[in-house]
């Protein structure tokens, strides 16, 4: 059955508070260099960050690694410690999603996210959102999925496979996700937890606007 609209989220930043303590990013870094025996360096740290994960490829080549060796271990280090981190609860679910449920009442959600897809199984797992979201997208293990996170609309088509909607509403926090709502011809709702310049700061607010602005996707 076609649905009228599917909600789609981002997970981290906008579920999922995952940088406030980032002791678990600061620790895969660490590990993932001891094991490579890399010097420790802020430029090498930084090197890593999940937030130059495209640039893998160049980076490997940098620091004088394989990135068909590289990346499997970095990847695997980068999930143990972040799954850790979600069972020990040292990071987990922002206090306004809660408000959600509301949502769900009326409309099917989604999250499409460039974090590993074991990683938003667990999100959904630990913190009993089964009934929450219907459609958890996360990304593959593979450096050809890493080419293929968001912006690209791969992980979008994946959904499409499962399901199909008349109409499809993306919620994320940077710009990138602007770009791939953009792409994949989603409506985007730009969440700006800092309150900068944005019309929504939390997710209540979301929810209010589209209670009062979407059909439900069941009629």
Known sequence: MKRKCIITFDLDGVLLDSETNI???Q???QKTLAYFHIPQTEENMQFLHFDNVKQFKK?????????????PIRNNIYTIEKSNA???????????????FELRKRFDLGIISNSPQSIVDLFIQEFHFQELFTYPIGRGDTLWDIEHMKPHRFLFDQLKQKVSAE??????????????????????IHLQRDGVKSQFTDLKTIVSYLLEDIKPSHE
Request: aromatic share 16%.
């Open 59 to 71: 980076i490997s080549r940098i620091l004088g690694l394989n990135p068909s060796e590289f990346w």
């Open 86 to 100: 979600i069972k020990e609860h040292s990071i987990g679910p922002f206090k306004d999603v809660f408000h959600l």
């Open 27 to 29: 620790a895969s870094i």
């Open 167 to 188: 109409k499809w509403i993306y919620i994320g926090d940077r710009e990138s996700d602007r770009v791939f709502a953009e792409k994949t011809g989603m409506g985007y």
């Open 23 to 25: 002791s678990w990013m």
